[in-house]
């Protein structure tokens, strides 16, 4: 490793012993820890609101964007060594957000000088939080079929329609939208992506309560709400379905975003205990937990691949939505194996198995369903015919 | 560690291999050995040789190209692709790892390409080394060999074997030797193996060794073995994901060509959502071979979990691979004119050869704590 690495290491290393508060070291990773921000947060101890701003200030939430929004400017190399110290010293991530995965590399990559300098440097200090509004009602795997409505005013839109399943819309500040502003046009070639503050009068979300008993997404109203047109729309006027694939295609390859290997990461069998102890004398849940660890290793191993690959410039393309499939489906058997090692105790919620197990069910649904993820493998990919 | 991406170099050389095989060794090249009773084609070897393919992990001052254990992985893709049967793994990367690690003056003549070796382990349907009860009678300074060695890979065709024998009692009592076949008591049955290669039952009777013979160190057989197996299993696994890779461009060909209900049967969505599914898998399991590779060439003792993990994947990928082939090729896929059932027959060998599915996965689950 070149020494310019190894310094780096070293010094992120000291910042990170003499920065990270020891009350959250080594703390597991859950709703009750993680650091969303915005306007509506609530810091859950004053350890997690020095860590989010001492990070901010060295530019650690967002290690790869631009250091003149709040980025840390660093390459992938020095992302690596960062995750790897942070993971080696126990640090929580010190900011989570829509902002940070989704409409950051957007605005980065087709905004404005003006929306990226108005916007980028609140999702780094943690100061805006986000939510998507993709989906809606008769909208969900044919995503191109939006039907929210902007209406072009003069010097506003007009926007009236229902979004759901976006997360945490009862908690973000603003929303970035698929809205039709085209009816005229083919389906793909109408839409733009909108971004609107949520505190807009004729905004209103609605909690939907999932089997896990937890509420994380809404339903999200609009009526008759008025969006000044400055800087409201992301990239080309009724081109936002570009934009979406382009996240979406960027969502699917960071999925995991682990530094892959095979030493990273809870093992299995940290996750499920002793299989003696538990599953001893069942032979048939056994091999499904070697058998899915097999699977799992090798699935880390293709992240870091893919990952090898769009940096050496080969590009991943549409072969990304076989991450999204594979992963989400290892997740789910992954779960279930949890579930049937602990046996009945993992039936009181009590125990916190059944909820991650009953989310899990989401995971290949959301974000472009299982099927509709083959479907862009076998059309894009293998280029099977269509008649 | 170098990425899980082909290299500038790795790239030429795969690009190379596949110019070269396309042309002297497709699968229709099979075909005409099988058809032949020949287990692999001497001339096709002694020209691999001369690219150096014979002395991919042999140093340079053995007269070996030097090229690591992923490079020999590429020749082994590139080989399952055609189904390019040659004693490629046996003698290049099985013997050749093994005595480059002991220290060997025949390294040059394997570099060559004139020394076949074969290695003798298996005593039982199932690859478990450390039960090998093949007896080493000590006698004098040397040792007589005796027992039934079966699966052995090349055994009619090797000029000498690697045996693992007992010599003692438990895993610090197993020697590996290295004996000429042609040693009086050594007798080898050519076996009628449904892939048409070279696997043979040995039969040892007194078979008079060494000390000079003895790889490593006396008791130490496992510890002489370990990196030739390894280097074999992961070379296995990256064949057998190139012949997985053969098989579905096969496959993928057929679903865009056939017509039935006057549609393209590459249209359905039933198939499709299966191809989509094994290209999954496909690519999941290039990763662990790719990986595989580059563990050996730069963390050699810490290979035993990225090697068990390639060959546990592209033994079961290969499986699903074969399967789908031959159930979406339909009738034709069952012919014996049609070439999809001859990597049917090599996955299924592939499989068992080295270790099993369960085998590896066993490794991979007692290495995660599992």
């Known amino acids: 490793m070149p020494d310019r690495l190894e310094d780096f290491r070293k010094e992120i290393a000291e910042w990170i012993a003499e920065n990270l508060p020891d009350a959250l070291r080594g703390q597991p990773r859950n709703e009750d820890t993680i650091c969303w921000g915005g306007r509506k947060w609530e810091f859950r101890s004053q350890a997690q609101k020095d860590w989010l701003e001492r990070c901010h200030a060295r530019g650690l939430t967002c290690p790869r964007w631009p250091v003149e929004y709040g980025g840390g400017g660093l390459s992938r190399n020095e992302e690596k060594i960062l995750r790897d110290e942070m993971d080696r010293a126990g640090a929580p991530s010190p900011l989570d957000s829509f902002g940070i995965w989704m409409l950051g590399p957007a605005l980065l990559q087709f905004g404005t000088p003006e929306q990226k300098a108005e916007h980028l440097p609140e999702i780094t200090a943690g100061r805006i939080r986000w939510c998507q509004g993709y989906s809606e009602p008769g909208a969900g795997s044919d995503l191109a079929n939006v039907q929210t409505r902007a209406e072009d005013m003069g010097d506003h839109w007009l926007v009236n329609g229902q979004k759901i399943w976006t997360s945490y819309a009862d908690k973000a500040d603003k929303i970035f939208a698929l809205v039709r502003t085209d009816r005229d046009a083919p389906k793909h070639l109408g839409i733009s992506f909108m971004l609107i503050d949520m505190e807009t009068p004729g905004v209103s979300t609605r909690p939907i309560r999932l089997i896990s008993g937890a509420s994380p997404f809404c339903e999200t109203f609009f009526d008759n709400v008025k969006v000044p047109k400055e800087g409201a729309i992301v990239g080309e006027m009724n081109r936002g379905w570009d934009v979406a694939k382009y996240l979406l295609t960027h969502e699917r390859e960071m999925i995991g975003g682990g530094s892959g290997g095979l030493t990273s990461g809870a093992t299995l069998s940290e996750m499920i205990g002793d299989m003696d102890m538990v599953a001893g004398a069942d032979p048939v849940i056994r091999a499904q937990a070697m058998e899915l660890e097999v699977d799992s290793l090798a699935f880390c191993l293709t992240m870091e691949r893919y990952k090898d690959m769009a940096e050496s410039g080969a590009g991943v393309g549409h072969a990304s939505a076989m991450l999204k499939y594979y992963g989400t489906e290892l997740n789910k058997r992954r779960q279930e194996i949890i579930m049937s090692t602990r046996g009945s105790e993992a039936l009181d919620w009590g125990e916190g198995l059944a909820a991650p197990w009953l989310r899990s069910k989401a995971n290949s649904i959301e974000g472009g369903t299982s099927e509709v993820m083959l479907d862009i493998v076998s059309k894009r990919v293998l280029e099977l015919p269509s008649k | ?370």
């Open chain 2, 1 to 370: 560690m170098e990425r899980l991406v082909d290299t500038e170099d790795e790239g030429m050389l795969r690009d190379a291999a596949r110019g070269f095989l396309d042309e002297n060794a497709p699968v229709s090249a099979f075909r005409t050995n099988r058809d032949a009773g020949r287990a692999f084609d001497p001339g096709l070897w002694r020209e691999m040789a001369q690219m150096g393919w014979a002395g991919v992990l042999i140093g340079e001052d053995h007269g070996g190209a030097d090229m690591g254990h992923r490079a020999a992985g590429i020749l082994a893709e590139e080989m399952g692709r055609t189904l390019a049967a040659s004693p490629f793994l046996s003698s290049a990367v099985i013997a050749a790892s093994t005595m480059r690690v002991a220290g060997s003056d025949r390294l040059s003549q394997i570099a060559e390409g004139t020394a076949l070796y074969a290695l003798a382990v298996d005593e039982g349907p199932k690859h478990a080394p450390d039960l090998t009860a093949m007896e080493a009678r000590p006698e004098g300074n040397g040792f007589r060999l005796s027992g039934r060695k079966v699966f052995v890979a090349d055994g009619a065709s090797a000029d000498r074997v690697l045996v693992l024998a007992r010599s003692g009692e438990g895993e610090e009592g197993l020697t590996l030797f290295d004996i000429d076949t042609a040693r009086a008591g050594l007798a080898h049955t050519a076996a009628d193996s449904i892939d048409a290669r070279d696997f043979a039952t040995l039969d040892f009777e007194n078979v008079e060794a060494t000390g000079e013979d003895v790889v490593g160190e006396v008791g130490g057989g496992l510890a002489a073995l370990a990196p030739g197996l390894r280097a074999g299993q992961a070379a296995l696994a990256a064949e057998l994901s190139g012949l997985t890779a053969g098989i579905s461009a096969m496959t993928l060909g057929y679903l865009k060509e056939r017509k039935q209900f006057d549609r393209t049967i590459g249209s359905f969505q039933a198939l499709q959502h299966r191809a989509a599914h094994l290209f999954a898998e496909i690519e999941v399991t290039a990763s662990a071979v790719a990986h595989a590779g580059r563990v050996l060439d730069h963390e050699p003792e810490r290979a035993q979990l990225a090697v068990s993990l390639a060959k546990a994947r592209a033994t079961q990928t290969a499986k699903l691979a074969v399967m789908e082939g031959v159930q979406m090729h339909g009738g034709i896929g069952m012919t014996d004119d049609y070439d999809a059932g001859f990597f049917m027959k090599r996955a299924r060998v592939g499989a068992e050869w080295l270790g099993d599915y369960g085998h590896h996965a066993a490794i991979v689950a007692a290495m995660r704590g599992l």
